[in-house]
């Protein structure tokens, strides 16, 4: 017995026998379904119906190409992320330099901060919900209290989106100064010293020493809650459901749909790839950046 | 006239008085070394000069004047920094350059004296490099050069030599020499490096613990030292001491023996002791 | 004054020291920031009529009732009497399934990084790679064939299922952060261990843990995190006995009208404690966290 351990674990064989249990674990759960719904996607088939799946090669992943509604939902998803994003990168970047300094009680005021990201998506999308809501919603009685009329945020597209934007915007802000702050303490004193030394100005100080440091996480950030954001699902689900009419649907709250609602199980499989194809590129690239950043540090 | 002159100078460190009553006077074109080991002050002694710390007690004067409240970026100085300080997203040629934006000059202007000051020191080959790619001496060599492009007050460095190789160090202490010995400005090294000390300084201030014990030139720290901490410090190997009895006077001379018994007394005064005490 | 000058002359910037007046500042901008959550706190000791009260209501009495409720709810049946609502159930479900899936992917994912870190493969980066993807992917792409997988398998609605899922879930998290506290460990007590005659088995869980001990506590926790409000799997997979905090969450905003605000409030409230109380203990790790490992502090 004790052999077949040995031979189990011989230095040679020692590296794959660790890796194994979790590239197994991940290989059922993960990569297995993902090939399973890959092929699919090349067949007919419809999780309601009871006939067998007949092969159908590119039909659906043409289809889902041409649609013009994948491309709208396409649109709405990259209008949401961009500014959700562009929205996370200021305030987080404003946050961190408020949090750069060392003052009394920081660890407290930091944890107020930093709950919003600890909610869950159920307990923000709801919320916020009742937040936009016309009659009962804070946002709209504060509204209504300088402007006399109630505030129907969720009713028009733009208000809508403005809606997701600021709900999920609120949540992740904190996510983008923790790694700004983290840029921002790494910068060595010395190099401040220095730029005082050869009296740079505040503005050349920040541009020369700052921000060269900052730049590399912000990206990094950018990158993450960008991938993140794109598969953004439960907050839209619930605060606007795709409202008003399908004018806020985000390509994830799509496919939901057309894999549950409609059943059409193998287009929604394609779709799903196209997606998986687009978050691969991204985390290729957050991947690579990841490394550069590391090697710089 | 470029000069320091620094008086009573103190810092304390929450209960921690980590410099004590340090008085130094540097003429224009002296190069005064401060000397000693880890932790003796001097370097907060020198950014104490520099403003990168404020002062707890005493006056700096730099160029005749009180510099105590003003900010560093004022007092126009130049200081190369033990870990040199470049900064990492400019080249070198923007790294030298960059003290003289204040100055407001015409871009060819700074071009032209960073060319010069490349030539000096031999930065032409990697001018256009990040410092990231820099060897350890050439990156030593940079900070000096940015300190001398321009015309400051005076000279502050810290540690300069410290992380250089045995053979580099030989090099650049001969190579700062020669430069700071063309242009007339006081200048305070620190160094724990006595033998950089030695060779580099008109005069060595040697500190411990927050004090200093003794400021001579080169030739009387290491001939005439004033205690034994002094004496112990300098000079490789250690100079050598004997705890002796003192017997008498003889003019200028004295007198001792071997102690034949173990002594009672705590020994204070070094062997060479004629030269020490009759003064 | 040694102690202090190698403490000033560190690499790392020491933060600039600001008075009260500055944590001032920084409280009330949080505050404002954190307004959201404390709304939804009040509002868990509101009763109905206050929650919803038009003009919002700022100050109030405020009534336990709602936690209780949370746990217990007055029978329809006329007797009056108190039944339990299922709410501790599902609370327990929350932390049973967070806790085992957790430590069985850290397990897994414990070894698979030493493995990674100590015996590199050639394709050593592919396989990182892949492993973080999976963590990047949509959960709609892989959302029906596990769904079909489950119910063949006969695991739908069982403890160990989710379990299962939850510890591939947060298995590529605990591998990347694992292998960053790997590759911080010099090899050279592991050999030495080694060399003294020790085994395979006494390296790994002699010398290794103990000092990996806050990084599996780290890692454990921001897994714990990220588990804790899982919404989609949990959704899907979840019978009525093994249901979580969310999904509870969201059954009871299923009926449109008449919320009940303050039952839910109460909810978030209580589920939000744990988490929040382990950030708070947990701040300096944080940003490692956040970044799966790739970035320290």
């Known amino acids: 017995m004790r052999d077949f351990w040995q031979w189990m674990f011989s230095p040679s064989r020692r590296g794959p026998m660790l890796i194994a249990p979790a590239l197994i674990m991940l290989f059922v759960m993960n990569i297995f379904p993902l090939m399973w719904s890959f092929g699919l996607s090349f067949f007919h088939y419809k999780a309601s119906s009871i006939r067998p799946p007949t092969f159908a090669g590119l039909y659906y992943y043409e289809k889902v190409l041409t649609d013009p509604v994948v491309w709208e939902r396409m649109q709405t998803t990259a209008l949401i992320v961009a500014m959700s994003v562009l929205l996370q990168l200021v305030i987080g970047f404003a946050l961190a330099m408020m949090f750069e300094k060392k003052f009394p009680l920081r660890r407290e005021i930091l944890m107020l901060v930093l709950t919003p990201m600890m909610l869950s998506f159920v307990a923000v999308g709801v919320f916020f919900k009742l937040f936009y809501e016309p009659t009962f919603g804070l946002l709209s009685q504060a509204y209504s209290y300088f402007s006399g009329e109630p505030l129907t945020l969720l009713a028009t597209q733009w208000g809508a989106i403005w809606g997701i934007v600021i709900a999920d915007a609120w949540m992740w802000s904190p996510f983008v100064m923790l790694l700004v702050l983290a840029g921002l303490v790494s910068v060595p004193d010395y190099l401040y010293e220095a730029a005082e030394v050869d009296r740079a100005s505040k503005w050349k100080r920040f541009i020369t020493v700052t921000f060269p440091y900052v730049r590399g996480l912000l990206l990094l950030a950018l990158l993450f809650r960008t991938i993140e954001t794109f598969k953004i699902f439960d907050v839209v689900y619930l605060i606007t459901n795709g409202g008003p009419g399908t004018s806020t649907e985000t390509i994830a709250v799509y496919v939901y749909r057309v894999a549950f609602q409609f059943f059409k199980t193998s287009q929604s499989s394609a779709l799903s790839y196209i997606l998986l194809f687009i978050v691969i590129v991204l985390t290729n690239l957050y991947l690579y950046f990841v490394k550069k950043r590391g090697e710089e540090g | 006239m470029s000069t320091i002159q620094v008086t009573n100078l103190t810092k304390r460190f929450g209960d921690m008085l980590a410099v004590s009553g340090v008085d130094l006077d540097v003429a224009a074109g002296e190069v005064l070394c401060l000397l000693g080991p880890s932790g003796c002050g001097k370097t907060t002694t020198l950014r104490m000069i520099a403003g990168l710390e404020t002062t707890s007690d005493g006056e700096v004067r730099i160029a005749g004047k009180r510099v105590n409240e003003i900010a560093p970026s004022e007092r126009d100085i130049a200081m190369v920094f033990q870990f040199y300080a470049l900064y990492p997203s400019l080249t070198v040629a923007e790294n030298l350059g960059f003290p003289l934006h204040h100055e407001k000059l015409p871009q060819a202007e700074i071009d032209n004296l960073v060319s010069e000051v490349a030539r000096k020191l031999e930065l032409t080959d990697v001018l256009h490099r990040l410092p990231g790619y820099l060897a350890e001496g050439e990156k030593q060599r940079v900070a000096v050069a940015r300190a001398i492009i321009r015309d400051p007050n005076c000279f502050l460095f810290d540690e300069p030599l410290s992380r250089l190789d045995v053979e580099l160090r030989q090099t650049m202490r001969g190579q700062i020499k020669e430069i700071l010995d063309g242009l007339s400005k006081a200048t305070v090294i620190v160094t724990h490096d006595q033998l950089e000390a030695l060779t580099m300084a008109d005069r060595i201030a040697v500190m411990r613990d927050g004090k200093i014990e003794q400021i001579a030139s080169p030739h009387d720290i290491f001939t005439k030292p004033k205690n034994l901490f002094v004496a112990g410090f300098i000079g490789t190997p250690q100079m050598n001491l004997q705890e002796a009895v003192l017997t008498g006077f003889e003019g200028t001379r004295v007198r001792s023996r071997l102690p034949t018994k173990p002594s009672r007394w705590p020994s204070i005064l070094p062997f060479k002791i004629w030269t020490v005490v009759a003064r | ?297």
Not at chain 3, 106 to 128: C, Q, W
Not at chain 3, 157 to 171: P, R
Not at chain 3, 208 to 231: R, S
Request: proline share 4%.
């Open chain 3, 1 to 297: 004054m040694s102690v202090l000058t190698s403490l000033f002359s560190r690499k790392e910037r020491r933060l600039r020291e600001a008075g009260w007046g500055w944590s001032l500042f920084a409280g009330i901008v949080s505050l404002i920031y954190f307004f959201p959550v404390l709304w939804i706190i009040m509002t868990a000791f509101k009763t109905r009529e206050d929650a919803l009260a038009t003009p919002p209501v700022f100050f109030f009495t405020p009534t336990l009732d709602n936690f209780i409720a949370v746990f217990y709810r007055v029978a329809q049946t006329g007797s009056g009497e108190a039944i339990g609502t299922g709410m501790g159930g599902f609370f327990f479900n929350s932390i049973f399934v967070a806790t085992a899936g957790v430590f069985l992917a850290l397990v897994i994912g414990t070894l698979a990084s030493y493995g990674f870190s100590r015996y590199p493969l050639k394709g050593n980066d592919t396989y990182l790679f892949v492993v973080l993807t999976t963590r990047m992917l949509p959960p709609i792409i892989v959302i029906i064939p596990i769904f079909l997988m489950f119910r063949m398998a006969g695991l739908s609605g069982s403890y160990i299922g989710v379990i299962l899922l939850y510890a591939a879930f947060n298995l590529p998290f605990s591998i990347w952060m694992m292998k960053s506290f790997f590759d911080e460990l010099s090899p050279d007590v592991e050999d030495s261990a080694r060399m003294d005659g020790s085994s395979e088995f006494g390296v790994f869980f002699k010398m290794c843990i103990p000092q990996l001990k806050a990084g599996l506590a780290a890692t454990a926790v921001f897994a714990v995190i990220l588990t804790w409000n899982e919404f989609l799997f949990a959704l899907l997979l979840t019978s009525t006995d093994t249901r979580t905090v969310p999904v509870a969450m969201a059954r009871t905003i299923g009926g449109e009208i008449g919320v009940e605000w303050g039952l839910l409030a109460a909810i978030i409230t209580l589920f939000l404690i744990p988490v929040f109380g382990v950030t708070y203990l947990l701040q300096n790790h944080l940003l490692r966290g956040v970044t799966f490992g790739t970035i320290k502090k």
